[in-house]
């Protein structure tokens, strides 16, 4: 089984470039996440989809960050303009239908790595 | 205030040791609680979830829930250097229907000494 897969799996980019970052989900998964992990501020939830739809993106930093889900099996998430601030580890992840309350899990794909310089 | 405190250590333990790991979370309301392990360069990946007081136990990982005090921990027996990772405790937010989301802590890391 194919797990959550996302490119690239590296970036270095200069600042003020447009970044996007794709990821597909684990197939028959209707939930997609975007997580950003740094050091400081540990795994933060960006936003989220369900069948496709933006469920919660309050946690989306700025005007700068967009995500978007045209269909079940493909998402990105797109910085324009990148800053400095913005390196950091991009996950994607997915889960199936149901509350995670209810016993199912989050997978997280390999992650994409950010540098901006 | 963050949601999911963790101390980030490092936590260093001899093999053999235990390792405990603690957690503590604002929400009074969470259900479900998660422990995953992320090594370096990796993603995290689920080991422990847990929904009611008490514990759990699975193979050499134990996890403890007080929800009473808000406070969740792992303990790691006959801890053995392949443990050695960052433990992210997870916790899912109260009060929400239809809720499918999961707030995460700092981590700790853990280095199991050979």
């Known amino acids: 089984d194919a797990g959550v897969i996302q490119s690239p799996r590296h970036e270095v980019t200069e600042m003020g470039q447009e970044v996007t970052l794709r990821c597909k989900p684990i197939s028959g998964h209707d939930y997609l996440f975007w997580y950003r992990q740094t050091m400081m501020r540990g795994l933060e939830l960006l936003i989220y989809?369900?069948?496709?739809?933006?469920?919660?993106d309050s946690g989306m930093p700025e005007d700068r960050f967009s995500a978007k889900m045209p269909n079940a099996s493909f998402s990105t998430l797109k910085i324009q303009p990148s800053e400095p601030r913005d390196s950091a580890v991009y996950f994607c992840a997915s889960s199936l239908a149901g509350r995670i309350i209810s016993g199912n899990t989050i997978y997280f794909g390999e992650g994409s790595w950010l540098t901006v310089v | 205030q963050k949601e999911v405190e963790q101390n980030s250590g490092p936590l260093s333990v001899p093999e053999g040791a235990i390792a405990s790991l603690n957690c503590t979370y604002s929400d009074r309301v969470s259900q479900s609680f998660f422990w995953y392990r992320q090594y370096s360069g990796k993603s995290p990946e689920l080991i422990m979830s847990i929904y009611s007081n008490g514990d759990k136990e699975d193979g050499r990982f134990t996890a403890q829930l007080n929800k009473a005090s808000q406070y969740v921990s792992l303990l790691i027996r006959d801890s053995q250097p392949s443990d050695s990772a960052t433990y992210l405790c997870a916790v899912t937010p109260g009060g929400r229907t239809g809720a499918n989301n999961l707030f995460f802590g700092t981590g700790t890391r853990l280095t199991v000494i050979p």
């Open positions: 989809f369900n069948n496709n739809v933006p469920i919660d």
